[in-house]
């Protein structure tokens, strides 16, 4: 797999003279972009109103009292206008200093870092292994990497029903611990076995990309550098740390990257493994949709706070990864 | 989830790629364990789905001595699999096929030409991906309601494309990446416009590119649960991942007959995967950061 290096510069503008005043720039710069600019409209377009739009009016959301009682709604042929009105900044202080603020948002706020920290190593750790482990002459190679994608193959939707019947109280895996003797808890309610389950489950379902991807990294690191680093003396660790880590950075950030951002908006896991239960295993994004849909009233204005709330605590680590990863001068 | 092999993995020679029958049979067995982790939640979704009675999820024991198909031909019979299916293929195929159109000549757009806003842009689509759900769906569920596109297919494939659009963008501007740029310069030459280089020479070549991102436009959409748990509200409508998890309510699961209609559906998703993943990893790990 090659990571594609930056795109070559095809259609340039043919030169770079200054237009001298700026009307003339305007239809200069038209004259040269019009036609990237209606390669890119119907996109732009699509984001705008898709995008764009709701994400203004659920900001404007997040500054009012809006629930299901006094949206706009239709009720049969009836329609009633929405009655909720602005309260600025309200909901955000509410959420981060407000009396419920640690039970409602900072411990999820900790489980959510933790979920993510820990689903990100042992996706990467794991995934490593295995891949170290397939990149090697060996029989039945072809099959080990057919069934150990299988956990990505089958949608989640379907595998995380697996789950839940197997972590059942008297399902199959506590009948198995029960037979080596050991305690069965009960993964899906005791707080701290439900947010291990929902670990485990998560690993499961990450592992297998992290997996394929970091195979394709290890299978385009040349040869001859290990050649040359046994040559020089190099033990299998040093080999490891001073050849495979450096060859895989590049596909390393990109997967971390990946991997955290996935992670931390996983909700299809979390939502179906627990349904509405387990209020302490919800990370961020699937109590803020419990706030806005899975309780009565629905409290439209506090879940859009909380999804701006995520949006922001995505983009600040987004851009300090990417000062980091150019800092240690890894994008090519 | 116990296995973590990595501590064994760097001992081996790689030059050669020669193990001693110790890395040999370590190799093997770990393997194994770990093919065992992946595949036996699977299995036993299968084997589940061979009980005829919802509680025989309790002693799988029995399972083997009535074994049945009782539940495939109940689930097929009366329940609403096949509005299920069709739902599901309405939405799947309308986002694909409404995200690929729009996304193919912004791909190409942000492969070859450097214009004002590029970067911008490039940001624009990279973050839009990485959106959580809960910043649009509250927002969404609100203007739908007023449009009332709420319980319906076309309100669930706009939901989908928020999301859809901008990945097969970055999907299919690292494909156009991969096409030698020497081969627009001939259309160029050769008095195509920018269109026409598009139109007639790179696109036919992007095929591939543009099979995968449908492909991955599709299993997304097909796969996605939260939007449509929510914008759906009439069980004729739901898409597999709503229909599924209608067989579990608080006061009644069908166990049985839920681990049925997941082996139905699974079966043909994953073995179209098997078809087209290759492909898939290098479409996403390359259109994840590389600029």
Redesign the interface.
Known sequence: ????????????PRSRRRAPRPVQRMRD?YR??W??????A???I??GV??G???A??FY?TLTD?NSLN????IGVNTIDATYKFIGLDNYAEILWGPAAYDRFWSHFVWTIVWTVTCVV?HY??G???A?????????RVA?R??????????????V??????L?D???INSMLDTIGLASPSWLEDPTWQRTAAI?VN??CGV??MM??LL?GLQSID?NL??AA?IDGAS??Q??RHV?LPGLSS?S???V??GV?WT??Q??II??LF??TAPDAQI??TW??RL??GQQPRD?AM??A???L??AI??VF?SFYYRWLKRNDQ?? | ?T??????????Q??R???GPVG?AG??V???V??L???F??V??VY?SLGPDKDD??H?GGIFAKATLDNYSFVLTNTEFFNWLWSTLVVAGGTTLFGV???A??G?????????GHRS?MW??L??Q??????????????F??L?LVDSHLGLI??N??TI??YC?WLL??YF??IP?EL??AG?IDGL???GT?WRLILPLARPGLAVAAFYAF?TA??E??FA??FLLDDSKYT??VG??SF?S?HDAQ?NL??AT?VL??IP??IF??LV?RHV??G???G????
Not at chain 1, 35 to 40: F, P
Not at chain 1, 71 to 74: E, G, L, M, V, Y
């Open positions: 797999m090659t990571l594609t290096a930056p795109a070559p510069a095809a259609e340039t710069t040269r972009y036609y990237a600019y209606a390669m890119v119907p996109v732009v699509v984001l898709l995008v739009y709701p994400l009016r659920g959301l809006a949206s706009a709604r239709t042992l750790v794991i490593l292994g295995l170290m482990l397939l990149n090697q002459r060996l029989r039945g080990y057919l069934l150990l994608i299988l956990p990505w193959a089958v949608p989640t939707f379907v595998t029903f697996a789950w839940r019947i197997m059942a008297a399902g199959v485990m690993t499961w297998p990309f394929l991807s394709g040869e290990y050649e046994e299998a660790w080999r490891f495979t596909v950030s990109t997967v990257l990946l951002i931390f908006n909700f299809a939502f179906l349904g509405n961020l994004v803020a949709y806005g849909f439209f879940s859009a909380y999804g701006v995520l949006l995505l983009i987004t994008l090519a | 989830m296995s973590s092999p990595s501590t064994h993995a760097p001992r081996k790689r030059r790629g020669d193990l040999q190799t093997h770990t393997l194994a770990a093919s982790i992946a595949l939640p699977i036993w979704l589940l999820y309790l799988p159109m729009s996304a000549t912004t190409y757009a942000v492969s070859r030409m450097r214009f004002p842009l624009v689509l973050l839009t990485a959106f959580p759900i809960a910043v649009l769906i509250v927002p969404m569920y609100e203007i309601s007023q009332r706009l939901v494309c928020t659009v901008p963008s501007k690292g990446d991969t740029v627009d310069e160029m416009t920018p269109f598009f299993i097909f796969a649960v939260a748990s929510t597999f991942a599924l998890q579990i608080e166990w839920m681990a997941a559906i699974a998703v994953t995967f098997y993943q990893v290098t996403l790990t390359a994840g950061v590389k600029g």
